[in-house]
């Protein structure tokens, strides 16, 4: 298939220079159509982003500076032994390159994260920097009212700089848009289940992720086009082995890395990469009567993915993993860390052993965002695929 | 995370010392006689713990990060590390966590020799650090027991505000207090709760006087290496007893004695011999090579007057106490003060008040790679420090309890270079500027 014969391939290439584009360009250009408005930043691997929009803000996920980024002054802040994204992100800040973020939200994914949400007030004391204390506690009366406090803070913060006083109305409408497009997320998904071949995991990976920098609006129409044009997308299916990929929620594997996975027989069913806008797994919904603040505050607590920076408290671990293997019809999981990802990588051995007892094979590397050998990688891809294929795996 | 009790070869052994070695043997004797005394045991860390509230309903706190520096400390932890690893558990994760899940998986048998018994509850006091959240999870699976959660909101800009308190304290009241009182049986006595408080306060009262004590010349105290003895009995299982206090008072009685003698710092093999350097130390200890570390201090005469370490359990010396009259709200204060549940800047802030405040001439990170909560930052705050006091820092990397990660040879050596160009300070007609970096990194 030609990219001239390819319905998709425009959408999906606009989608990836977005992704791409370490300039935020888009944040730029919409700071131009929206004079005054503020655009703010935040790490991985959640903020509710209704909450911004709703106050007329544009969110910008920052996801480091992936393997596009020279690293000159990052490395001299951080530790051999600490992972990749808040060196990449120190150096895209100390080059400039976030001058158009009006200031950054660090919610509490891990340590690191948090840290680097006192070096950015350290280092840029006139730049506005907040840390998110999302709950550990699932409780809507305890984790769920002091969460809801957090984000009232956090508008207020953020009114005093500009923005526009919190209104419920508008978080209404906010929340609508970001159902919108989770509606639209979950059918690129779906396609991904029942078709993968139509869409590569790759291509719905820039397609998705795009979303982190523009306003929900734009997202929901660059979603749209992009299924419009799958329809009209002919492409021969492979007998591939199905995968989902897991440990990859906040540091982001280079592109180049899924495409090698896909190469070497995985159909990537189902995956945590940009687990930051499928966070809540079902729409929100808010009565009439509810505050859509507590409704997006409760959603976080009764709708929240399990994920290893989240705190399970009665569920068992491994089993949301395993809803999502049999849910994909996938074969087999490849476990895919950041290096020196405390939270992936303390969780990793208990799913392991929740696949084990369920007979799901598995397969685990670690890598960095700006790995750039893919040859060790595509081997064991390439072996497990063969395994799962021929004898089932061998977990 | 604390330092604590293993002061088995100290050279010199104080009263202070025999009677924590005593509390602790006494306490992993009634550990182990837990199941037939029909007392109720809750596994749970430093930072955070409750342990007046453990105490208050007759129950005996296990605390994991312990038993792992102590393993460290009996160079057990190397294997139960590689059991760890051999069971999945990466390379790259925190070692206190791989120590302890080896440690469970080679018999549960603690420090004293004795076996710890399974936690009838894990009470999870997620205060300053992510792994606690893991740790517990890892716990759970393996003991298929219930786990009581305490989030502790962390404190970016240093201050308890209203919400904060209110989180915790409603939180305790409605979840931690009933499942303590669900699994012991028993109704928590508020009375009882409030005087073990205020035996905390007197303790915590006296640990203070014995930090303070440091600002003098010579300090009578070593306020890191010697200082994790100071905090055992206060980071562990006895904040809130009557041994705490008698503990603390001998302390206090035994550093008054050195300042009367105008004895200096007491290190590994006597009291030392001449104060040349003062420090202030950020950053935990390396555990398995603990008196080798020491050693390269004080055989060159430097003494660490002050550290954030010693402080992970809980910060007094800006004031905290626990209050009897406002019993939940100051376990909430606590929690939340403890250092590493305090923003990089605070950090940054306790860090040059200890420079100014106990007249250090340097200051020194060890940048232990296990523990993300302490490290990541740790390259800022100390150029951030030097910037603000003037007075260089050195920078050195190891590990907790993995002692692949202890590099002796060039530890000693950034030492050495960094006590080079303290000594070369002292010296203005050496070339070394007076201010400014110049840092040993
Ligand atoms: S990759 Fe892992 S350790 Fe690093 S910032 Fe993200 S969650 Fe934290
Ligand atoms: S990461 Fe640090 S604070 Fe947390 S358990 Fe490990 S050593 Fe302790």
Request: net charge negative; aromatic share 8%.
């Amino acid at each position: 298939m030609t990219n001239q014969a390819d319905p998709a391939a425009s959408v999906i290439a606009r989608a990836q220079s977005i992704v791409e584009d370490l300039t935020f360009a888009e944040v730029t250009r919409w700071k131009r159509e929206h004079t005054g408005a503020l655009a703010v930043g935040y790490m991985p691997v959640y903020v509710p982003r209704p909450l911004f929009e709703a106050i007329g803000c544009l969110p910008v996920a920052v996801f480091g500076g992936g393997d596009r980024t020279d690293i000159i002054r990052g490395d001299s802040y951080f530790q051999s032994y600490i992972c990749h994204i808040p060196r990449s992100t120190i150096e895209l800040a100390l080059s400039g390159a976030l001058a158009p973020l009006d200031g950054m939200i660090f919610p509490s994914t891990c340590d690191v994260i948090r840290n680097l949400g006192g070096m950015w007030k350290m280092l840029f004391p006139e730049r506005y920097g907040a840390y998110l204390d999302l709950p550990q506690n699932l409780t809507p009366a305890l984790g769920g009212r002091f969460y809801a406090e957090e984000l009232r803070r956090i508008a207020r913060e953020l009114e005093a700089r500009g923005a526009r006083p919190l209104d419920a109305a508008a978080l209404r409408e906010a929340i609508a848009a970001e159902n919108a497009r989770r509606a639209l997320i979950d059918e690129l998904d779906e396609l991904r289940r029942s078709k993968p071949w139509l869409l590569r995991a790759s291509e719905a990976y820039v397609a998705v992720r795009a979303g982190t920098v523009l306003p929900v609006s734009e997202h929901v129409a660059l979603l749209g086009e992009l299924l419009a044009a799958l329809t009209r997308r002919e492409v021969r299916a492979y007998d591939n082995v199905r995968v989902v990929i897991t440990g990859a929620f906040c540091e982001q594997p280079p592109l180049g890395l899924i495409r090698t996975l896909e190469k070497s027989g995985c159909d990537i069913v189902d995956d945590d990469l940009q687990l930051g806008l499928r966070m809540i797994e079902q729409p929100i919904t808010v009565g009439a009567d509810t505050d859509p603040l507590v409704a997006l505050a409760e959603a976080f607590l009764k709708n929240g993915a399990a994920t290893a920076c989240r705190y399970i408290d009665k569920a068992v671990k491994g089993d949301a993993l395993i809803a999502k293997v049999r849910a994909a019809n996938a074969e087999g999981v490849i476990f895919t860390a950041a290096s020196f990802c405390d939270p992936a990588l303390l969780d990793q051995p208990m799913l392991e052993r929740a696949l084990t007892s369920a007979k799901i094979p598995f397969t685990s590397f670690k890598f960095a965002e700006n790995t750039g050998q893919y040859q060790t990688i595509r081997e064991q891809a390439g072996a497990f695929s063969d395994s799962v294929k021929l004898w089932g795996g061998t977990p | 995370m604390s330092g604590a009790a293993a002061a088995s070869n100290v050279a010199q052994k104080d009263d202070s010392q025999r009677r924590q070695k005593e509390m602790i043997a006494d306490h992993f004797a009634k550990l182990e006689r837990a199941k037939e005394d029909g007392r109720k045991v809750v596994y749970t860390f430093v930072p955070g713990n409750l342990t007046e509230l453990l105490r208050a309903l007759d129950i005996l706190p296990v605390l994991p990060e312990i038993n792992a520096l102590q393993s460290g400390m009996r160079g057990k932890s190397a294997g139960y590390i590689a059991e760890a690893e051999k069971a999945g558990h990466s390379e790259d994760v925190c070692t206190y966590v791989k120590c302890d899940l080896g440690m469970m998986l080679s018999g549960n048998v603690g420090p004293t020799g004795t076996k710890i018994p399974p936690p009838d509850l894990l009470l999870l006091s997620y205060t300053g650090c992510f792994t606690f959240l893991k740790w517990f999870e890892l716990l759970k699976e393996a003991y298929k027991c219930e786990v009581a959660m305490l989030h502790v909101p962390y404190m970016p800009d240093g201050v308890v505000t209203p919400d904060m308190r209110r989180y915790v304290v409603d939180q305790l009241r409605d979840q931690i207090i009933p499942a303590l009182e669900r699994v012991t049986g028993k109704k928590l006595d508020l009375d009882e709760l409030a005087r073990r408080l205020a035996l905390s306060r007197q303790a915590e009262d006296d640990l203070v006087a014995v930090w303070e004590s440091a600002r003098r010349r010579p300090s009578p105290i070593d306020g890191y290496f010697g200082g994790v003895y100071y905090i055992g009995p206060m980071f562990t299982a006895f904040r809130g007893t009557e041994e705490a206090v008698a503990y603390y008072r001998s302390l206090k009685a035994e550093v008054d004695e050195r300042i009367a003698q105008k004895l200096g710092a007491q290190t590994p093999d006597g009291p030392i011999a001449q104060e040349k350097y003062r420090l202030v130390i950020e950053g935990p200890p390396n555990w398995t090579s603990f008196y080798d570390f020491w050693r390269m201090f004080s055989r060159e005469g430097a003494v660490p007057v002050a550290s954030t370490y010693t402080r992970v359990g809980g910060l007094y010396d800006t004031g905290f106490r626990h209050d009897p009259e406002h019993p939940l709200e100051s376990l909430a204060d606590y929690c939340l003060g403890c250092y590493t549940n305090l923003g990089l800047p605070s950090r940054v802030d306790l860090l040059e008040r200890y420079i100014k405040d106990y007249s250090a001439d340097g200051f020194l990170i060890n940048s232990v790679k296990s523990c993300n909560s302490f490290s990541a930052g740790q390259l800022l705050i100390l150029r951030e420090l030097e910037k603000r006091t003037g007075v260089p820092g050195a920078f050195i990397e190891s590990d907790l309890v993995d002692p692949r990660y202890f590099g002796k040879a060039n530890i000693e050596n950034r030492i050495q270079s960094y006590f080079q160009m303290l000594e070369a300070r002292k010296e203005p007609t050496r070339a070394q500027p007076q201010s400014g970096s110049g840092s040993v990194a």
